[in-house]
């Protein structure tokens, strides 16, 4: 399939990021706060699972997961900034990028399998389970091996991201 | 734990939990590490 030209690339975002120094850099600071939500929310209730601080009920900690789904929010706004502006950036474009960075490849592979893995979560029943654990009581096993997969993945993401320049 | 909420001898070594995390933050390091050297060429 070709792609158009134009595919992935904003004027707007090369624009901004050519004009204006701060820019990058406010969109990289966001996407690390977005990243702080996400991550730290999820291994927060990762780390109960797997039996830290068993002395937290599952259910309050619920209340959180809308700050990490800003988070991911924020990330997916601030990568698609990134992604857009490599032309502005490093003269690479964005499609080209997605074909040979291979550690954004592995980026985009582990936050799939991070999606596949809280869909069997849910889909599993496992969710729902968890939700009744009260101060103390240990997690059923499958949502152990979700937890740690979960942790295992995300630092993945982080750790591929962090690679991405490299792989261009 | 005891009432007064001191721990026996015992407890004060590494509790289960945190020995699962950290054998997982390691492998997730090892893995990455190695996907990235095996990939490097």
Redesign the interface.
């Known amino acids: 399939v070709e792609l158009p030209e134009t595919f992935l690339q904003v004027p707007l975002i090369e624009h901004m990021i050519g004009t204006y120094r701060w820019f990058w850099p406010l969109a990289e600071v966001l996407h690390f706060v977005g990243l702080v939500l996400l991550v730290g929310i999820v291994t927060l209730f990762d780390l109960r699972l797997l039996g830290v601080a068993k002395r937290l009920p599952v259910a309050p900690l619920r209340r959180l997961l809308p700050w990490a789904v800003l988070g991911f929010t924020l990330c997916v706004a601030t990568g698609l900034i990134f992604v857009t502006g490599l032309w502005a950036n490093v003269a690479v474009h964005p499609v080209e990028a997605v074909r040979i960075d291979r550690y954004l490849q592995l980026k985009l592979l582990f936050i799939l399998l991070a999606g596949l893995n809280l869909l069997a979560f849910y889909q599993s029943g496992m969710s729902r389970a968890v939700d009744r654990l009260g101060p103390g009581e240990e997690a059923p096993p499958l949502a152990k091996i979700i937890a740690a997969s979960s942790l295992f993945l995300w630092v993945g993401v982080i750790f591929w991201g962090r690679l991405i320049p490299w792989g261009l | 734990v005891s009432e007064r909420g001191h721990r026996a001898p015992e407890e004060h070594r590494m ?4 020995r ?2 950290l054998l ?2 390691l ?3 090892v ?2 590490v190695t ?2 050297y095996l ?1 490097m060429y």
Do not use: E, G
């Open positions: 509790s289960r939990p945190w699962i995390v997982v933050l492998l997730a390091l893995i990455d996907i990235t990939t």
